[in-house]
């Protein structure tokens, strides 16, 4: 069964005490939600490739701030036959990030960024190939400055873009929907509330009013 009052991260979702939850959150009590496990990879911490800081960066601020996922950095920036990208996000998404910043001679001063067409193309069949739902080319115009915050830019096709809002908006919707249950359920709750308070002092009236028969007049 599902939940009458709309709350999907119950522990006791579909349980016998579920079966016995008459009022809002009345046995509610919420999953507990386990970091995932990371990969154990020689990837997965920085080497001394040229963009080697600037991919540790953007797999560590992956991991701190994406839930239920899991962030891997991949061997070798993704020169292996199996593993594709440098960065591959799963679980509730799936989004390859290919990163690049500028070669040496044009780290320190520069204000452009070169991106090639065949970079694109190629991120794009590979993220076909391991059937992710999004990629993205995440650049920095300098390794120094590229902490994945904002000096940190992204190149995608636009359709990616929109199928990113249009998800965005979905969401949204669901969420929209989810608190407006959230509300009704909590009108529902006191509702019920204010009829017990009314029972109760009906209750107590008609008590008072049967001692008061009771009680033999003078």
């Known amino acids: 069964m599902s939940c009458r009052w709309n709350t999907d991260d119950c522990k006791f979702l579909d349980s016998k005490k579920c079966d016995i939850c008459f009022t809002f959150q009345q046995f509610y009590k919420q999953n507990e939600v386990k970091a995932p496990k990371r990969l154990r990879q020689r990837a997965q911490k ?21 839930r239920e996922t899991e962030s891997n950095m991949t061997i070798n920036s993704g020169a292996t036959r199996r593993q594709k990208g440098d960065e591959n996000i799963t679980g509730y998404i799936r989004v390859m990030e290919e990163l690049k910043t500028q070669m040496p001679d044009r780290i320190k001063g520069t204000k452009s960024f070169t991106i090639k067409r065949e970079w694109l193309d190629k991120l794009n069949r590979e993220a076909i190939q391991k059937g992710m739902e999004f990629w993205y080319l995440v650049f920095t ?17 636009k359709e990616m873009v929109f199928s990113m809002v249009q998800n965005m908006l979905s969401d949204r919707r669901r969420a929209d929907l989810a608190a407006k ?10 509702s019920v509330k204010a009829e017990n308070s009314a029972l109760h002092a009906k209750i107590a009236f008609l008590e008072s009013k049967l001692e008061l028969v009771k009680t033999p007049s003078e």
């Open 46 to 66: 920085a080497d001394k490739r040229m963009g080697a800081r600037f991919e540790k960066a953007n797999h560590d601020r992956n991991v701190s701030a994406l």
């Open 141 to 157: 115009f300098s390794e120094n400055d590229g902490n994945c915050a904002g000096d940190t830019f992204v190149v995608t096709e």
């Open 181 to 190: 249950a959230a509300e009704v359920s909590k009108l529902e709750l006191d």
